[in-house]
């Protein structure tokens, strides 16, 4: 069987706090009162969900009215296996909902507990609360039939995080929404490429294994699924020592959302003996303030039971006291 | 046949800040949007196309933004492109506005560049751990702080230079009313008192996070004719390179060389620095303006920091360099290069303001993104090329 | 102003899933060999590189920037690049080459459509305020529009299942195809539904692909290709994002693409349709009638590659002229949720 290339998880999140400018601010502060509003447009059509621009003449749209909580399905679509993050986590209906009032359909979930045959377009059906709305999108719950609507409450996907609540024991519900908070968490499969998998899989054993270009003859490490000089993937191996030297680097003195090593550090471009690019790397095992351009290194391995697939088997580069390397040597890796 | 003449009729901007929570994403581009169609004095009927450029889309947590931002645009019903080259992006997206009317394709293009980063966080952006590498990535100022330190050993440039620029782009932020940051007050001592972040980059050499947006009408040649203070479009450039490869010359990188001198090359500049009367370049660590001096030809190699130091890059030097403040004032990073283009048309179209370049006749615009490797540059005149 | 022709196309296999990276240098690499030994061009011959990608599909920022090592890009090269379809990056190279500044263009578009979970990352292209923050998917958006159709009698399910048919016949006859085969209509109708009305027949497979277009001056054409594709007209436009606004049934932006371009005698069209009943209204607001050849290659519904499937319509179109094959072709690109955005091109021999 051939070698496939070696592919991780990749999972991407964050809670995007959105502000919402004042004609949704009114939607979302509306929401929280358990209230919808929609918004009159150029041709007097109103539009639910509000738009700050009309569709027809870009013009700032502020006339905010206020429509009902319950509506007619217009188009409806039929979700068995419900996403992370959708608003019921059972069989749900999607539907295109005229709310009474609005000229314009809503996009949201319908609820029939679990039923498929329980929908259909022309169907009125009202919306069901979240229990505590927090000035969101996702203050509507879900919808469900005005008439025989599911005996038991769907269950939902988490409420997302409120981004401004009233003043605490005031029992003010008219505190205004300005933000609201959506988070976005995606899962994706990384893949290497099968030139930079051999090289993990090096690693995992000790050793530093780059490619020469067939084409320039430069040896690259990581290896590379194209040349960036000559578009052809690099071929023949070429085992590296883990000794070499610091071409140039900075001292990262400043924490940041996410950072993995507590600053002061030292990020700096490693060139491996016989490597013609350098990579990315920490250097530890002196002061900071003795790091140099040209001085010589040399790779502070893990314990050998800690490696796996990762340059981090690497955990650091240190000095190895040698003679630095003089500035001509390496000042075309600059 | 040669392409079509253009010009820019009108500029706009919002005001930059780390966060505007006032607005929401389509009204940030309307602030944009709405000024530029009064200074250009067109309506939506006016307009043909609509060109939008922004950075990656994880910054906003949208997938192609310009999709649901159409009804703000008074894109329905028009054709809408949306560009992304990184941080060069803003400048790029010009040229493909510019591109729309040089081609006869189009009369009159509305064009906008916007970044929202206060709905998400760059840094976190920036250094998503991706499987199989080394966590030392530091968001941009990691990224670029070594190649800071390698110009100052190539140039032997003294310490200090950097802090020049810093203090002179602040102060000129100061005189410009939409800037993110304005310290007046700010001095070289003081910029070199701020903190260490990315040894050899200090706090106050670094551009701060925005949000904002800035937009611009380009027109063709009659209606150019028709406005009464048109930026006429004399030479665009575009270049890239690959992020890393052997021998790859990371301070002076020969794409953005390569760009200057096809700019020069089409203006009939020979001389850049006596024939271009200011520049509005990226410059989003206070060391990237001697670097990009030397790379734009207008200094010679190792050279840049002199006319730095000397203050030829000040509001009265010889070159005034961001006059409007720049990158280091304000940094919404998608708009941050269409920012560079449109406040070297507003020298030449003489809307300045406080910060107008006495005289200035010709700009350039600049721009770069990436790991240094996305070049755009635009210079553009008060006289209609011949 | 200059004219602009295709003279080479290439694409890659489309497949469930490769083992790629999500810079897509292992499927662009080959098909940049494939256009160069058609054309006898190097990469030192193309006078811009213009390409189509997007960051979510990767899961990362700049996924487009390691791209560019598949192009060997130094000496350094003069690109762009879209995050759109490379449908509209080809539009961006067609503009190059028009207004004189260039003689030549390569365009490319690649995507992993395969390293995330595809429905659920477009619903990242919704309103994020009042939309998005639901996670509908594009499938269920989809199916919503085809209801609207079969209930207002635009179309009938069997008329979905057709197209299916049709598509997956044609397919048999392309060798980079994701699928294809003889299929019953009877038989695609007896399936269940998979996100009711739509069945599985209706929606677009999930593709890993790449796709590649050169484009040359119609002077510069001569030279590299015997019978170039001469683009007659390429216009898109752009609806309303707000999808309770519009009627779905239509599509406003392709009618109006349409008839900007013009598109009588067209006699083989390639329609960027990522579910059955997108095809009916693409063709409908096109005018194209039952004499028009409809996706010969298969089409989107036997291999969507995300980023690249518009502008290997494109693709496509050209080469049943570049074969000899017709002299008018229509190639067809979409974009967003619901078919928010269109780009028709028309193509002729020269």
């Not at chain 2, 081609?103 to 991706?130: C, D, P, Y």
């Not at chain 2, 010889?318 to 004032?329: F, H, T």
């Amino acid at each position: 069987m051939p070698e496939q290339p070696l592919s991780a998880p990749l999972d991407i999140g964050f809670d995007y706090t959105r502000s919402v400018g004042p004609v949704l601010g009114r939607f979302m502060t509306a929401l929280a009162q358990r209230r919808v509003l929609g918004v009159r447009g150029s041709d007097g059509r109103v539009h639910v969900p509000p738009v700050e621009y009309d569709p027809g003449t870009a013009e700032p749209l502020d006339e905010l009215v206020d429509v009902a909580a319950e509506g007619t399905v217009v188009s409806w679509s039929w979700t068995a296996d419900p996403l992370p993050g959708q608003p019921v986590q059972r069989p749900f209906a999607w539907a295109l909902i005229r709310l009474d009032g609005a000229d314009t359909a809503l996009l949201h979930a319908v609820d029939t507990g679990g039923e498929p045959t329980s929908v259909r377009s022309g169907q009125r059906v009202r919306i069901r609360w979240a229990d505590e709305p927090v000035g969101h999108i996702r203050d509507i719950a879900y919808f469900v039939p005005v008439t025989d609507p599911p005996a038991d409450a769907a269950p939902t996907a988490p409420a997302p995080p409120a981004a401004t609540s009233p003043e605490p024991g005031t029992g003010d519900d008219t505190a205004s929404v300005d933000t609201v908070i959506t988070p976005v968490h995606l899962n994706y499969t990384h893949s290497a490429s099968l030139e930079e998998s051999r090289y993990l899989r090096a690693l995992a054993d000790g050793r530093l294994l780059g490619q020469r270009c067939p084409a320039c003859g430069k040896v690259y490490i990581p290896p590379r699924g194209a040349c960036p000089t000559c578009g052809v993937p690099t071929t023949d191996e070429v085992e590296l020592p883990d000794t070499g030297i610091v071409t140039t680097f900075c001292i990262v003195n400043v924490p940041f959302l996410g950072q993995r090593i507590k600053p002061p550090y030292v990020g700096a471009y490693i060139l491996l003996d016989g490597a013609d690019i350098p990579f990315l790397h920490l250097v530890l095992g002196c002061e900071v303030s003795e790091v140099r351009m040209g001085m010589r290194v040399r790779a502070a391995w893990k314990p050998r039971d800690e490696w796996s697939t990762t340059l981090e088997n690497i955990a650091h580069f240190e000095p190895t006291g040698e003679a630095d390397a003089p500035y001509a040597s390496y000042a075309h890796h600059l | 046949m040669a392409k079509q003449r253009a010009a820019v009729l009108g500029t706009g901007q919002t005001h930059h800040r780390s966060k505007r929570t006032d607005v929401s994403m389509p009204g940030l581009l309307r602030e944009a949007v709405d000024r530029a169609m009064v200074d250009a004095d067109v309506g939506w009927s006016d307009i043909d196309a609509v060109v939008v450029g922004k950075a990656p889309d994880l910054f906003e947590g949208v997938m192609m933004p310009e999709l649901f931002l159409a009804d703000a645009l008074g894109a329905n019903g028009k054709p809408l492109l949306r560009v992304h080259t990184a941080g060069s992006v803003g400048g790029s997206t010009a040229l493909v506005a510019a591109s729309l009317v040089q081609s006869g394709v189009h009369r009159r293009v509305l064009t906008v560049a916007f970044e929202k980063q206060s709905e998400s966080n760059a840094m976190w952006a920036l250094s998503i751990r991706v499987p199989f590498t080394m966590p030392v990535g530091a968001g941009a100022g990691g990224y670029f702080a070594p190649h800071v330190r390698s110009y100052l050993r190539r140039s032997g440039a003294p310490e200090h230079v950097g802090a020049v620029v810093a203090a002179k782009d602040r102060r000129n932020g100061a005189l410009n009313p939409h800037a993110h940051l304005r310290q007046s007050d700010i001095t070289v001592d003081s910029v070199r008192a701020s903190q260490m972040l990315w040894d050899p980059i200090r706090y106050d050499e670094t551009c701060p996070s925005s949000d904002g947006a800035c937009a611009m009408v380009i027109g063709d040649e009659r209606a150019g004719d028709d406005s009464p203070a048109p930026a006429w479009i004399h030479a665009t450039a575009m270049r890239t390179e690959p992020t890393t490869f052997a021998g790859r010359d990371q301070v002076n990188p020969q794409a953005g060389k390569d760009a200057a001198t096809e700019l020069w090359r089409q203006a009939g500049i020979t001389d850049p620095l006596s024939q271009v009367d200011t520049a509005e370049i990226y410059v989003p660590f206070s060391w990237f303006e001697p670097m990009w001096l030397e790379n734009l030809g207008f200094a010679a190699d190792g050279e840049g920091w002199k006319l730095t130091e000397a203050g030829e890059t000040a509001l009265t030097g010889r070159l005034p360099v961001n006059p409007s403040g720049g990158v280091l004032s304000s940094n919404p990073i998608g708009a941050s290069g269409m920012l560079r283009f449109s406040e070297a048309a507003k020298q030449v179209m003489g809307r300045a303001g406080d910060y107008q370049v006495d005289g200035a006749r010709t700009a350039l615009g600049h721009a770069y993104g990436g790991g240094s490797q996305y070049f755009s540059m635009w210079l553009v005149g008060a006289v209609k090329p011949t | 102003m200059t004219e602009v022709a295709v003279v080479a196309f290439a694409q890659a296999p489309n497949v469930r899933r490769t083992h790629g990276t999500t810079n897509g240098v292992e499927m662009l690499v080959p098909i940049f060999d494939e256009v160069y030994t058609r054309t006898g061009l190097s990469k030192a011959d193309i006078g811009f590189w213009c390409s189509g990608s997007s960051d979510y599909l990767a899961g990362r920022a700049f996924s487009f920037i390691s791209a560019v090592d598949a192009i060997g890009a130094f000496p350094p090269i003069h690109e762009s690049h879209v995050e759109m379809d490379a449908a509209w990056a080809l539009y961006e190279a067609w503009l190059k080459i028009r207004m004189g500044e260039v003689d030549t263009a390569l365009v490319y578009g690649f995507g992993k459509s395969s390293a995330g979970d595809l429905r659920r990352v477009l619903s990242l292209q919704l309103d994020p305020y009042t939309v998005a923050p639901l996670w509908p998917d594009s499938v269920s958006i989809a199916a919503l529009q085809a209801r609207l159709g079969l209930e207002s009698g635009r179309w009938t399910e069997k008329d979905l299942a057709e197209v299916a048919a049709r598509s997956r016949r044609d397919a048999t006859g392309n060798p980079r195809a994701q699928f294809g085969g003889e299929t019953d209509v009877a038989a695609l109708l007896d399936a269940d539904p998979v996100a009711d009305p739509l069945r599985r027949h209706d929606i677009a497979p999930v593709t890993d692909g790449a796709a590649v277009i050169v484009l040359a001056s119609a002077e510069r054409a001569r030279d590299l290709a015997d019978r170039p594709a001469v683009i007659g007209g390429i216009e898109h436009r752009i609806d309303t994002p707000s999808l309770g606004a519009r009627d779905l049934t239509t599509s406003p932006s392709t009618r109006l693409a349409g008839e900007a371009v013009g598109t009588d005698g067209v006699e083989v069209a390639e329609l960027h349709a990522p579910f059955t009943h997108q095809e009916l209204i693409v063709r409908d607001e096109l005018g194209l009638g039952d004499a028009v050849r409809i996706n010969p290659s298969g089409g989107t519904l036997t291999g969507n590659p995300m980023f690249s499937a518009g502008l290997a319509r494109i693709g496509e179109a050209a080469q049943r002229i570049l074969d000899g094959e017709a002299t008018r072709t229509l190639g067809h690109a979409t974009s967003g949720p619901a078919l928010q955005q269109n780009l028709v091109t028309v193509l002729e021999r020269g």
